[in-house]
């Protein structure tokens, strides 16, 4: 037994190193890129709207997939990915100043704080 461990551990040991050297010097180069810098808008692929606490699609991420009378925290930017229109407003239960955003929209800077949303256009009075 114990020398038939031995052999397995050779054996292993010989098709690693030969594995190694069979592959092309390139094939063993690996390129990292750095990851400090990110975009904004980072969004799962979902129907929803991403909402962010920051300008430009940074901060806190919030989805939204309904209307919202209370947006914690409150937003500043966002991405409309559904086919919908939606409002966002400045006070919390649909009140204050509005902004209308369309389908596919990314709003970089909201020039307010959002503190409720919901989906369709606007209702101007």
Same mark, same amino acid.
């Given at each position: ?16 190193? &030969? ?21 904004? =808008? ?5 129907? !929803?709207?991403? &909402? =962010? !606490?920051?300008?430009?699609?940074? &901060? ?16 500043? #930017? ?11 407003? #400045? ?8 902004? %209308?955003?369309?389908?596919? %929209?990314?709003? %970089? ?8 949303? #919901? ?7």
């Amino acid at each position: 037994m114990n020398t038939l461990t031995r052999w397995a551990a050779l054996t292993a040991a010989a098709v690693t190193v &030969g594995a190694g050297l069979a592959m092309p010097a390139s094939a063993a180069t690996i390129s990292v890129q750095p990851t400090t810098v990110r975009e904004g =808008f980072v969004c799962p692929l979902v129907i !929803a709207v991403c &909402g =962010f !606490a920051q300008p430009g699609g940074y &901060g806190q991420r919030v989805l939204l997939l309904g209307e919202r009378g209370r947006i914690v925290p409150p937003l500043r #930017s966002a991405a409309n990915n559904t086919p919908d229109f939606w409002c966002f407003y #400045s006070q919390s239960d649909f009140r204050g100043d509005r902004r %209308e955003v369309s389908p596919g %929209e990314k709003v %970089e800077n909201f020039g307010f704080a959002v503190n409720s949303a #919901s989906p369709g256009r606007c209702a101007w009075q």
